[in-house]
């Protein structure tokens, strides 16, 4: 709560490009069950960095303002400009390493990230509100499992499961939806800005 504007934009990029790094991996290895057991890298990265996720802060700051710890200036604080940098870390990897960089063509990987765009896309609003609380309490299980423990491998450890659970779940995470449906747009997904912004980002962030 009390960090600098530019510390809390710096670090809440850096949380987006973690995420959309354990997103291209995902992808990388053709998505299903081993895609879930190694998404969980990005929220590793996240915690042991102390990195601003949306998500994460959701936890953090529901749990701090109903303490009386911090105000409601500034929980809106932390998550407009985490939810704002995380999507601009997004779509910085997306952009240069995912697309610009022909990792995932080379791989043959391009049509999984169109089909997985899209499916997120197109799901009813309600669908991705509910599967979006399904994917951030068990991200939340995980950030506080993790706080259990004082060493690095306990900390994995306790990120792990839940984390590659919700994926293979077919949960909704706002920040990694805001990689992996932008991904799929610039191969050629059918999907609209409105779409993604309105009917895929805003029902994934109330639900997280």
């Known amino acids: 709560a009390g960090l600098p504007l530019r510390l809390l934009m710096v670090q809440s990029f850096m949380a987006g490009i973690y995420i959309s790094m354990a997103g291209h991996l995902y992808l990388a290895v053709g998505g299903g069950v081993l895609g879930a057991a190694l998404f969980p890298t990005g929220l590793i ?12 802060d959701a936890l953090v700051f529901i749990a701090s303002y109903l303490g009386g710890r911090v105000s409601l200036y500034k929980l809106l604080r932390n998550w407009t400009v985490s939810w704002i940098m995380n999507f601009a870390g997004s779509l910085f990897w997306a952009s240069l390493l995912a697309y610009a960089s022909n990792s995932l063509v080379d791989l043959g990987r391009e049509e999984l990230a169109i089909q997985v765009a899209e499916k997120k896309a197109n799901e009813p609003w309600m669908h991705i509100f509910l599967k979006a609380i399904g994917a951030n309490f068990m991200v939340c299980v995980g950030v506080w499992q993790a706080t259990c423990s004082e060493d690095v491998a306990g900390k994995v450890l306790g990120l792990w499961f839940p984390i590659s659970a919700f ?42």
Not at 45 to 56: D, W
Not at 184 to 204: N, W, Y
């Open 45 to 56: 990265a996240v915690v042991l960095t102390s990195a601003e996720l949306f998500t994460g």
């Open 167 to 208: 994926v293979m779940m077919g949960f909704d995470h706002a920040i990694a939806n805001q990689f992996l449906i932008p991904i799929g747009m610039m191969f050629g997904a059918d999907i609209s800005i409105v779409q993604l912004l309105f009917l895929d980002l805003l029902p994934a962030t109330l639900g997280n």
